[in-house]
């Protein structure tokens, strides 16, 4: 009888640690433990100044360093429309600016969220219970702990992802299975740039003396759907191959809206 009281209790125990670990719905859980952030790499040929880019590659990322998080989990999936809609009928903030009479575009219900300004991802986030992941989070999830370039690997592939306006707007989210990170994060590069909780600084040990610095911007992350710019066809690869590693760093103003820009949560 003791032994069987025993056993019962064991499986309880079991039952509740299982339920404690299993992942909230659509996210997904990163171990805690170390991984690189950022790159050593550098720009010798300074390609960025010779196809007439302003930012130069790469100084912002520099440099790589350990990062230590504890887990968490973060969104399978960009927010989607669908999703946004149920937080806009809820709390009646205003839509964005590419819905008509309240409702996103036809068809697009899978299809990421776009024109969410800080200040509206960051609100759905805690309405849903969540956050917005910070910069170290949201690169942890995407390239994992071998420091990998891009979220499937060291080689850049074109069609693992809705860059470059090929395909003329976003797709719905989880086009891309051949894409995902290594913990399974769908369409952390392309679809829609990602909002992130962190200020735009200069990672610790950095002798970047950028003028943009500081409270005025915050980082979005992952590269979007949108064409980058008039490139011959050879330097418009190379260009959104560097934009679409997961280690780059882009900023905008908290207010800012535009066509694809998006997010996702994170949870403690």
Same mark, same amino acid.
């Given at each position: ?6 056993? $019962?209790? $064991? ?10 670990? =299993? ?18 790499? +550098? ?47 809820? %709390? ?31 609100? $759905? ?5 969540? =956050?917005?992941? %910070? ?12 420091? =990998? ?11 693992? %992802? ?7 707007? +976003? ?49 979005? =992350? ?14 418009? +690869? ?15 103003? +908290? ?7 998006? $997010? ?5």
């Amino acid at each position: 009888m003791k032994n069987l009281h025993l056993l $019962f209790s $064991f499986l309880l125990f079991f039952v509740a640690l299982t339920s404690c670990q =299993r992942a909230p719905r659509d996210m997904v859980l990163i171990p805690a433990g170390e991984f690189i952030m950022g790159t050593d790499q +550098t720009d010798p040929d300074d390609k960025a100044a010779e196809y007439g880019i302003a930012k130069p590659w790469f100084v912002d990322e520099h440099p790589a360093h350990k990062v230590n998080l504890p887990a968490y989990y973060i969104d399978k999936y960009e927010v989607t429309n669908a999703r946004y809609k149920k937080f806009i009928d809820a %709390t009646g903030r205003k839509p964005p600016a590419d819905w008509e009479n309240n409702l996103f575009p036809a068809g697009h219900s899978l299809y990421p969220v776009e024109m969410v300004n800080w200040e509206d991802a960051d609100a $759905f986030c805690r309405w849903d219970g969540k =956050r917005l992941p %910070t910069e170290a989070e949201w690169e942890k999830a995407a390239r994992g702990t071998d420091s =990998r370039i891009y979220p499937w690997g060291n080689q850049f592939d074109i069609n693992k %992802t809705n860059v470059g306006g090929r395909m003329g707007g +976003t797709t719905a989210a989880g086009t891309y299975d051949a894409g995902k990170s290594p913990y399974g994060v769908y369409d952390l590069i392309g679809n829609v740039w990602e909002w992130t909780s962190d200020w735009y600084l200069p990672y610790p040990g950095s002798n970047d003396q950028s003028k943009d610095y500081g409270e005025k911007y915050k980082v979005i =992350r992952g590269n979007s759907w949108a064409s980058i710019g008039h490139f011959p066809p050879e330097v418009l +690869t190379d260009v959104i191959a560097h934009h679409s590693t997961a280690t780059f760093r882009l900023f905008f103003v +908290t207010n800012g809206i535009v066509n694809d820009v998006g $997010f996702r949560c994170a949870k403690s």
